[in-house]
């Protein structure tokens, strides 16, 4: 079969297109999956950089995201059947998606939304189960609270800002000028350009010096000592950034905050209530752009690249 490997850990460049023996059922409760199309997360490039040696041995198989069809499964398995449609996350720490198939216990699987492509279905579950696990499970949106989501032209963001709206939330988000209506087509209420306006500023004024109920954090830096200035009395931030420097609570401790981490998980069950929003039009893939997978290199570019002409918008999708 046809895959990505890791070698030596470094940039791009250290992705390479190989050739390798397709994996076989060795237990009655796997199910082997021809992998259709699959997508590029940070959390990729995280490995192939080297991020995770103590997880990871070398060569690896990265990817976080699989849409595609059963083509085999063990004895044991009942729920599934050949030919069916299934979209899931590779478990943490497992050979990943970048390949033409991939061996998986069953309860890994979901059935995919009937209303989408396997582009679109691979668009969803990693940042799926990661936003319903910070809305719902964490910062426990529910109606009439205020959200801020920085980033709102991101993965996570363009999906967050989808949830939250279908959850009766009213939401800031930050993005440059020229993805503004795209932003508001998603949802957004409030959408300010960080890079001309000071954000906080911008949302201390529409709130009347309130704040926002919940923050979701996926940009890092100094956002958990900041983040506070424009947060409600009682508020959450959620995360799901590395803590790469310092941080000062003092304005956490004012407002009575509340932290919550998140470290990138897959659940079926939280996946499955996103296969019920998108099956009933409340939310949408949003895909950035698609490759084929012989041009992996140039889809992790886009991905990393600060100097990118047309900015990010969404999800970048591999097709096989």
Request: no cysteine; aromatic share 6%; proline share 5%.
């Amino acid at each position: 079969m046809k895959t990505v490997e890791i070698k030596n850990y470094g940039g791009p460049e250290v992705l390479q297109l190989t050739e390798a023996v397709t994996p076989s059922i060795t237990d009655p409760s796997q199910v082997l999956v021809k992998v259709r199309a699959t997508s590029v997360n940070p959390l990729d490039y995280q490995v192939r950089r080297g991020d995770y040696p103590a997880v990871f041995d070398l060569p690896v198989i990265t990817g976080h995201d699989i849409a595609g069809e059963v083509i085999a499964t063990g004895e044991a398995v009942k729920k599934w059947q050949p030919g069916d449609k299934v979209y899931y996350s590779p478990r943490f720490g497992s050979s990943g998606s970048y390949a033409e198939y991939h061996l998986t216990d069953e309860s890994s699987l979901s059935r995919m939304p009937e209303n989408l492509s396997y582009e679109e279905a691979a668009a969803i579950p990693l940042i799926g189960g990661t936003v319903w696990e910070m809305l719902v499970v964490r910062a426990k949106l529910k109606k009439g609270d205020t959200i801020l989501i920085p980033g709102g032209a991101g993965g996570v963001g363009t999906l967050a800002i989808q949830v939250a709206k279908s959850l009766g939330a009213f939401v800031y988000t930050t993005g440059q000028s020229v993805l503004h209506d795209q932003l508001r087509d998603l949802g957004a209420d409030v959408v300010v350009d960080h890079h001309n306006k000071n954000y906080m500023e911008e949302i201390l004024a529409h709130t009347k010096g309130k704040g926002v109920d919940v923050i979701i954090d996926t940009i890092g830096g100094s956002m958990l000592s900041d983040g506070p200035l424009v947060l409600a009395n009682y508020g959450r931030i959620v995360t799901l950034v590395d803590i790469a420097q310092p941080q000062n609570l003092i304005h956490a401790w004012e407002r009575n905050a509340t932290y919550h981490f998140v470290f990138t998980r897959q659940s079926r069950d939280e996946l499955h209530h996103i296969t019920e929003l998108i099956e009933a039009g409340h939310i949408k893939p949003v895909i950035d752009s698609v490759y084929p997978i012989e041009a992996i290199r140039d889809a992790h570019h886009r991905m990393e690249d600060s100097k990118r002409e047309r900015p990010l918008f969404g999800k970048i999708v591999l097709s096989l």
